[in-house]
């Protein structure tokens, strides 16, 4: 049994559809990276997962099942149950989710309940310093209320952590701390990962798979390797294409052309569609249906039929990219000088 | 745009109801406030739809003289509270400093007048009536508000927005008006229908020492304040305003919850 | 103080008093000096601990006082209880209950009805109502707290109710206000997601963080609370504070006025300095903001 | 110059009065911004890069040194700087206004300069990539990302002569961040403003930024054109940095 | 006129003989405690000295320990107390018999020499009294037991001033050697003794042992509770807190009416209310005594009585009605025009559209008075506004400044034991207190004079009928009605007696008659 498995969620906001038909399965100690362009759906995904969504969400279509419960029709007290024996949350941003009012110590006693060691969680992430479990949160640095909230999460040892862009706003060295840190923790307790993450190629580097998603769809989903490394999907190709990371000094970089959509009701077709340079006409109206392409799920009427592929060599998923990017066969990013 | 809740709309047309109801007052419907009709203490019945007070007067056209009365007096008066501790306590809040901190211990060593000396200092002043009852739940109430007020705006004054508009140059003004005052405009919905409630009271209290309302004006302070001697012999004397206040404020308050609830664009979350 | 009108002489000396006679008592009381040396003198005998003496009674007005307080400070801490116990818990219902439709309607009706009955209609109700029918509770027979504590509180027990109806309604509205502020920050989300009980939500995150300005209030109207207990005393006829300065400034009896209004000043000073440090304990974030902006 | 650091030391006071910790977040620092320049700085966290542009936007005072903008002392009266510099702040959560919609925050420094809004709002939307219906939505009805581009939106839409970006992309997809930077990039040579680009992100900044500064522990301890300190860092923290890219 | 010892005692019943309104079971066993409520302390500079007090609530408190030489009794006849009985041997000597065995409650016999000197001190004293007193030239013990007062002229009020409290006998050996200070300590010779009094809270009496009239008092100790809310003192007599107390409200047995055991009695008294209209205030139309006739004419005094004092009061001239010898107010010049005189009264003295304030003080039933009045005057094109203030800001204004800056005020007197007393404040030279805003007009004083030196009987009525009518053609103070005074009694703990009227606004008077039935 899948530990997440999410099946056509559909979730709209008053004027917004966030998800418009996302599936997702994740099984008990994997983990997930769930890419996606800003707007896409992530962070609605991953509160779905737990049910947090603000009160003006809707769910209205699917499901989510955590551990086979379905968690949106669970009473409130299987909820809380559910959410306190088999998920972990991370917010993105550390700060405001600790209570700004309680000592770091305090916070991290609550969750672990009498007779738990403090000392031994914040050292897990790395925070040994005694002041830490005596300092408010306004008087952590960024880095390290993020590993408190770290600790927070992972101290229940839960089935499932959701960890939403836990290192956007880190610098690179700490980022790779803290990252170290979760995925060490969740691999000796053998926590599933949902990794909400802009980065790809940081999410392709530590996840075991990846899933990509656009306008509040899952368009993409298989091994990290393979996602990367073997093109499926027009926009998981065009997003590989477009680090700024990749890009020499004075080459000016193409992003993906068009805009993201912001949905208010079913999309008639593909949602990427209108910036797809392989789009066809059937694209526009017509759903695609998930297709196996070796071993990912690809949401894509070509899916399969094209053959998209790394421009200036291979794209090297482990690790840091290389000088170029991921670009489509056909070769759309021109160099220009600044 | 979220919309008024139904409590709040049902809040909202019974205070349009209060206010036609004593508009009707100085047109004339309704009779004469002050003229003795009939027998004292008569029940209601017809010439006196409401009975008739200890002056043999109809209670109907003195409530809704008295409605009027209320209503002007106290919306005056915690609109200028208003005013004022939005003013004293968001310029305090954002401000700091020595400076502030000294008026508003001032402010705060006047709430600490009981209520009648301020009132008998005020009307020294002004002489007893309407302006010195204003004057006084002006300053009974202005403090409590200015120090919620002052609290809500030392929060607001940290964030990042507020710094935003202050690199872009916004004037001071600008600053407190467009980014602190929406920002503590829910405290001061419900502090201000709160002081309404107290405008109320302290306006009762004062017309019955005798520095409010002056007789034979009618205000519903006034008209409880007497309905209350007669409570038992006359109920008809406290029931008839009784329940017209406690309509007034009832809806006050849910309109003023309903309000702060619209000022605040984000929406709740449930614990569960 | 003296700045009241109407004067103490005709007051205390009856309308048949003689302008010698008016004088002769002025002189007394050092009435017709300069107002403000009548209060440097003042002030200096505070200093020294003598709140001067009554010129009614004749009595010490320091001593009455402290006579009266424990009834005044009885009546408000058992107000201000109710108001804390009765209020926060209906504050946090409400917020908590609040949908977007409209929720916690009987809650909201509620606490806005506590703020519309005025005390002395309610205190006159109850005074009916209690001696009327034996209903358990006594009025008008005050007994000291020392004499008999369960008498006593048995006599305190309506007073105080009716005192604390309005404050627990405005406790109530203010709590929900704040509770609706706490709401939407993130870190109530951070304990949901840690599928941590409501009650526990409200316990251990809410109530601090909604606290300021709750404190605020439940503190300022510790001084309202003592305006009230004016009337509450003066309708169930408890010998306090309030019933001492309603009588006093009724009499222009300056001194008892005085000092009166000196310990309510005081009170009131030493109750917003207790404020502060709550709140700043409660907050660990104001004590480091404070005085940021130059 | 359009700003001037010079020998810049901020200490902030922390705790009770009887235990003050004292904390140096900027420990002589000196560095400058030419006209239509951008520059880079990056450091680690808490080394004093928010510290160091609250002092260049003149909202934190320095304990020590001076600081000069467009050649002179910041003014007393903050309106004369008015539409001559804005900032994209740190923290997107807290940098918008939760109750003015979207197109209210954006066009706020155009009404601040009495300019009329005309279509710039919806144009800037645009530019960061927002649809113009975003204009009417409230901050708390975006995604991060979303957020941080509004906050974007309002510093472009007046065209003004500095701008300080801290983090300024941090929360956004690849994809989304080549289309800012290149619309910084855009807007800096069609009218060439000067900029502080502060992030942790080492490829964002040398994508954008002609020099850049290192900080560490409230010391600036490498400035370089941006092309000799992604080849040849000097000092031994920007090669770990580097390193760690 | 002689007296004999009578003291009101006989019908066991509870319906009351004649000038009753309640009278004391004595066959009920006399003992316990008992509680009664007023609603104010007394609350003068001058302490309790009882030849200062000079308003009825201190009266009412000091009578429970101070006597005076003679009483008055239910239908305001003079009657003895201390004095045994006294003669006139002329119209200006007045010998009274002391009683033997009087104690003072420190044990010390009352002689001769306290009489005296009580009355001396009196009269050398600032106090109001001194002038009720009349024209007393000298007083003197006269042998043994007795004590002689000569008067320089005849002056027919002189026992009922008497018959007052500050009229009492002080213990003057002890005031003399100072070893009692008046004003700090009660001591007297009536039939309680102070136990304990905290000012505005409560006084404890407890019974005078050496007290000379055996049998009396009848309970063994007094707790007066002082409660100014009217809800409060309702509220202590439902609960059997208090046995007795006195209301404010004209219709409070309306609202007594359900409860059981409590009797609410409403006695008639001699104090009236009336308005003070100011003659003195520069500019004022009021100094037209045409203008104030008009006023007078216009005030309907019944409808004052039936709606704003409920039925209780009774219209009254300066002769407080309800006095033996008082005028008959329907008799009076003004009670015979119409409101087209007072019209047309005030179009002759150019004052058509006349617009003027009335002060009053927020204590009902004045604010009930003064709207009245302002109905009433409107009927004549009067605009009347009406300024309400608390007692102390109201005497500020009326009595403190001199010339007085109000235009009209309200207020009411204690109308005393007898007709001629009350019409002495008509003189402001003699009354002092109301020169401020009163002009003295000879002729009405020299009728005042005249009447007071009247004995009793039909000539002297005529003479007050005189004043009456003077004065309600001055107007510059307009009697209005009778002040009620309402009692209620708990009937299942108290059995107490009451005088249908009072001329000394004592509720008290008779506290010492009342039978306890059950202690609380
Ligand atoms: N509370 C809300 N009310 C209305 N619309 C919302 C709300 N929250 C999010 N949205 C919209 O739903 C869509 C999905 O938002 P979500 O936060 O899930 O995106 P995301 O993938 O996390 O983006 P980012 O990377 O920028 O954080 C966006 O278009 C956003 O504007
Ligand atoms: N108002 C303040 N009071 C006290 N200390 C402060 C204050 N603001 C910043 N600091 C401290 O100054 C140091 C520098 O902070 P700053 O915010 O400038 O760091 P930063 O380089 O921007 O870090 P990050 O990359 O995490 O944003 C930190 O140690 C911080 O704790
Ligand atoms: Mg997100
Ligand atoms: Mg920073």
Not at chain 3, 220 to 246: D, K, M, Q, R
Request: proline share 6%; with cysteine; glycine share 10%.
């Amino acid at each position: 049994m899948s530990l997440l498995s999410v099946r056509n969620l559909v979730i709209d906001y008053p004027r917004t559809r966030a998800l418009d038909g996302a599936d997702l399965t994740l099984q008990p100690g994997e983990s997930l990276g769930l890419v996606g362009e800003s707007g896409s759906g992530k962070s609605t995904l991953g509160s779905a997962v737990g049910r947090l969504l603000p009160t003006t969400a809707r769910r209205t279509d699917g499901e989510v099942l955590v551990a086979g419960e379905p968690v949106f029709e669970l009473p409130a007290a299987r909820l809380r149950h559910l959410r306190r024996k088999h998920l972990g949350f991370v917010f993105q941003d550390p700060i405001a989710s600790l209570d700004p009012t309680m000592r770091v110590g305090a916070q991290l006693r609550l969750v672990l309940g009498r007779g738990g060691d403090v000392g031994f969680h914040l050292a897990r992430v790395r925070l040994d310093d005694p002041r830490v479990p005596r300092a408010y949160p306004h008087q952590l640095s960024g880095g390290m209320a993020q590993r408190v909230a770290i600790a927070m999460a992972m101290a229940t040892s839960p089935e499932l952590l959701v960890a939403d862009e836990p290192t956007a706003a880190l610098d690179s060295q700490v980022r790779e701390e803290v990252s170290n840190v979760v995925f060490s923790l969740a691999a000796e307790a053998g926590t599933g990962i949902l990794w909400l993450s802009h980065d790809l190629p940081a999410v392709a580097r530590r996840c075991d798979r990846v899933a990509v998603m656009y306008g509040g769809r899952v368009v993409e989903s298989g091994p990290a390797r393979e996602v990367l490394g073997d093109l499926a999907h027009p926009y998981t190709a065009a997003l590989a294409g477009s680090a700024p990371a990749a890009a020499a000094h004075g080459v000016r970089l193409r992003p993906v052309p068009g805009r993201p959509p912001v949905l208010d009701g079913p999309s008639a077709g593909c949602a990427f569609a209108p910036r797809c340079p392989f789009a066809e006409e059937r694209c526009e109206h017509e759903r695609p249906v998930p297709v196996r392409v070796r071993e990912q799920d690809v949401l894509c009427h070509r899916a399969g039929e094209l053959e998209l592929r790394v421009s200036q060599g291979d794209a090297v998923p482990e690790g840091a990219v290389s000088e170029g990017g991921v670009v489509p066969q056909d070769g759309a990013v021109s160099e220009v000088k600044a | 745009m979220r919309r008024l809740d139904r409590l709040s709309i049902g809040g909202l047309v019974t205070l349009l109801v209060l206010v036609v109801f004593a508009l009707g007052s100085p047109m004339g419907i309704g009779g004469d406030p002050d003229a003795i009709v009939g027998p004292r203490l008569q029940p209601p019945g017809p010439g006196w739809w409401l009975g008739t007070d200890n002056l043999g007067r109809s209670l109907l056209p003195r409530v809704m003289e008295g409605v009027g009365t209320t209503l002007l007096l106290s919306s005056v008066a915690v609109l200028v509270t208003a005013a004022l501790s939005a003013t004293f306590g968001i310029v305090a809040g954002y401000r700091g400093g020595y400076l502030n901190e000294l008026v508003m211990r001032l402010v705060e060593v006047l709430y600490s007048f009981p209520a009648i000396v301020l009132a008998i200092l005020v009307a020294a002043v002004l002489g007893p009536g309407q302006t010195a009852a204003l004057a006084s739940i002006v300053l009974v109430t202005i403090p409590l508000m200015t120090r919620l007020v002052r609290a809500a705006a030392v929060a607001v004054s940290q964030r990042d927005y507020v710094t935003s508009a202050v690199i872009s140059g916004a004037r001071l003004s600008r600053v407190l008006v467009r980014h602190v005052l929406p920002n503590v405009a829910g405290t001061i919905a419900v502090q201000g229908t709160y002081a309404l409630s107290v405008g109320i009271a302290v306006e009762g209290g004062l017309s019955f020492l005798g520095f409010g309302v002056q007789p034979p004006q009618a205000s519903l302070g006034v008209l409880i304040q007497q309905g209350g001697t007669y409570m038992i012999a006359a109920p008809w004397l406290i029931l008839g305003p009784g329940v017209v206040l406690v309509a007034a404020i009832l809806a006050i308050n849910v309109v003023g919850d309903g309000l702060r609830d619209r000022l605040e664009p984000r929406e709740t979350r449930t614990l569960t | 103080m003296r700045l009241m009108p109407g004067g103490f002489a005709e007051t205390v000396l009856g309308p048949f008093a003689t302008a010698e006679q008016k004088a002769a008592l002025a002189a007394r009381y050092g009435l017709d000096q300069a107002v403000f040396i009548q209060y440097g003198h003042w002030l200096a005998a505070v200093a020294g601990g003598d709140f001067g003496v009554s010129m009614i009674s004749r009595q010490p007005v320091g001593a009455e006082l402290l006579a009266r307080l424990p009834v005044t400070a009885e009546l408000t801490v058992l107000a201000v209880l109710a108001s804390v116990l009765a209020g926060v818990p209906l504050g946090v219902l409400t917020a908590v209950r609040a949908r977007p439709e409209g929720g916690g309607a009987a809650g909201r009706l509620f606490s806005g009805l506590g703020v519309s009955v005025p005390e002395f209609v309610l205190g006159s109700l109850v005074v009916f109502v209690f001696s009327r029918y034996a209903l358990g509770l006594k009025v008008g027979s005050w007994v000291p707290l020392t004499q008999d504590p369960a008498a006593n509180l048995a006599t305190m027990i309506l007073p105080a109710a009716v005192l604390s109806i309005f404050s627990i309604s405005v406790t109530a509205r203010t709590t929900r206000d704040a509770v609706m502020g706490v709401l939407v920050e993130p870190y109530v989300t951070a304990a949901v997601g840690r599928g941590e009980s409501p009650w526990f939500i409200v316990r251990h995150h809410i109530l601090r963080n909604a606290a300021t300005p709750v404190v605020t209030l439940v503190g300022t109207t510790i001084a309202y609370l003592l305006g009230g207990a004016l009337i509450v005393e003066h309708v169930f006829n408890l010998p306090g504070v309030g019933s001492y300065i309603v009588q006093a400034v009724g009499r222009r009896d300056y001194a008892v006025v005085q000092a009166g209004v000196l310990l309510a000043a005081g009170v009131f000073i030493v109750m917003n300095v207790l404020i502060d440090l709550l709140v700043g304990v409660l907050d660990p974030r104001l004590g480091v903001m404070a005085g940021r902006r130059s | 110059m359009i700003l001037e650091l010079d020998d810049v030391t901020v200490t902030f006071a922390a705790g009770p009065p009887f235990r003050r910790i004292h904390l140096d977040a900027m420990r002589h620092v000196t560095l400058s911004v030419a006209e239509g320049e951008t520059l880079g700085l990056v450091g680690e966290s808490g080394s004093g890069k928010t510290t160091t542009s609250r002092v260049a936007l003149g909202l934190q005072r320095p304990t020590a040194g001076t600081v000069k903008f467009g050649g002179r002392p910041f003014p007393r009266r903050r309106r004369e700087l008015a539409g001559r510099m804005q900032a994209v702040l740190q923290h997107p959560h807290w940098s918008l206004n939760p109750r003015m919609r979207v197109g209210q925050s954006v066009a706020e420094p155009l009404s601040v300069l009495g300019r009329p809004t005309g279509n710039a709002v919806t144009e800037v939307l645009e530019q960061v990539g927002l649809e113009a219906a975003f204009a009417g939505r409230y901050p708390h009805e975006l995604s991060g990302g979303q957020r941080q581009r509004v906050s974007i939106a309002r510093a472009l839409v007046t065209r003004p002569g500095f701008i300080v970006f801290d983090e300024a992309v941090s929360a956004l997809d690849v994809s989304v961040q080549v289309q800012i930077l290149n619309l910084i990039k855009d807007l800096q040579s069609e009218y060439g403003f000067s900029a502080l680009f502060i992030s942790h992100d080492l490829g964002a900044v040398r994508y954008v930024a002609d020099r850049i500064a290192v900080m560490r522990a409230g010391e600036i301890v490498e400035t370089a054109e941006t092309a000799t300190f992604y080849s040849a860092p000097s000092h031994e923290y920007s090669k770990q940095l580097l390193e760690a890219l | 006129a002689t007296g004999t010892t009578t003291s009101p005692t006989a019908a066991a019943q509870e319906s009351a003989a004649p000038g009753y309104l309640a009278l004391a079971d004595q066959s009920l066993p006399s003992g316990g405690t008992l509680n009664l409520q007023v609603h104010i302390d007394s609350g003068a500079a001058t302490g309790y000295d009882p030849q200062l007090a000079d308003v009825a609530t201190t009266w009412q408190l000091l009578s429970l320990s101070y006597e005076t030489l003679v009483t008055v009794g239910p239908d305001f006849s003079v009657q003895p107390l201390l004095a045994e009985k006294w003669d006139t041997p002329s119209p200006t000597e007045y010998v009274f018999h002391l009683r033997k065995g009087v104690r003072f409650s420190n044990g010390r016999e009352m002689t001769a020499g306290d009489v005296v000197g009580s009355l001396k001190r009196l009269l050398a004293s600032k106090s109001v009294w001194r002038g009720q007193l009349g024209p007393v030239k000298s007083a003197a013990a006269d042998g043994d037991g007795r004590v002689k007062v000569t008067l320089s002229e005849p002056y027919t009020p002189f026992l009922a001033a008497l018959a007052n409290v500050p009229a009492a006998v002080l213990p003057m050996k002890e005031i003399d050697d100072k070893s009692v200070d008046p004003a700090t300590t009660l001591l007297g010779t009536g039939p309680y003794v102070v136990e304990n009094h905290r000012q505005d809270v409560s006084w404890t009496f407890k019974r005078n042992d050496t007290y000379w009239n055996k049998g009396k008092p009848a309970a063994d100790a007094l707790n007066i509770t002082i409660a100014p809310e009217e809800a409060a003192r309702i509220a202590a007599l439902q609960n059997g807190s208090a046995a007795l107390a006195t209301l404010g409200n004209v219709d409070s047995s309306t609202m007594l009416a359900g409860a059981g055991n409590v009797q609410v009695k409403t006695q008639a008294t001699t104090d009236f209310y009336y308005l003070m209209l100011n003659s003195l205030k520069p500019g004022s139309k009021l100094a037209d005594p045409k203008v104030r006739q008009a006023i007078a004419i216009a005030l309907d005094n019944q409808q004052i009585a039936d709606v704003a004092l409920g039925g209780q009061g009774k219209p009254t001239a300066i002769t407080p009605v309800g006095l033996p010898g008082a005028c008959d107010p329907a008799a009076l010049p003004s009670a015979a025009k119409s409101v087209d005189d007072a019209k047309a009264l005030l179009a002759e003295a150019g004052a058509r559209n006349l617009s003027f304030t009335l002060t009053i003080f927020s204590t009902e039933p004045a604010p009930a008075v003064a709207q009245v009045i302002q109905q009433n005057l409107q009927q004549a094109g009067i605009t009347v506004k009406i300024e309400q203030m608390d007692e102390a800001s109201w005497s500020g204004k009326v009595y403190g400044k001199a010339p007085a800056d109000f235009d009209a005020a309200l207020s009411w007197f204690a109308g005393y034991a007898d007709p001629g007393m009350v019409t002495k404040w008509w003189n402001p030279e003699t009354a002092g207190f109301n020169a401020g805003f009163m002009k003295p007009d000879k002729e009405l004083n020299t009728l005042i004079d005249a009447a007071g030196k009247e004995p009793a009987g039909p000539s002297r009525d005529k003479a007050l009928a005189a004043v009456c009518a003077k004065a309600d053609a001055d107007a510059q103070m307009i009697p209005l009605v009778t002040r009620p005074a309402t009692v209620a009694f708990r009937t299942d703990a108290l059995s107490p007696s009451l005088y249908a009227t009072e001329g000394y606004g004592n509720v008290l008077r008779l506290v010492a008659d009342a039978r306890v039935k059950k202690t609380q």
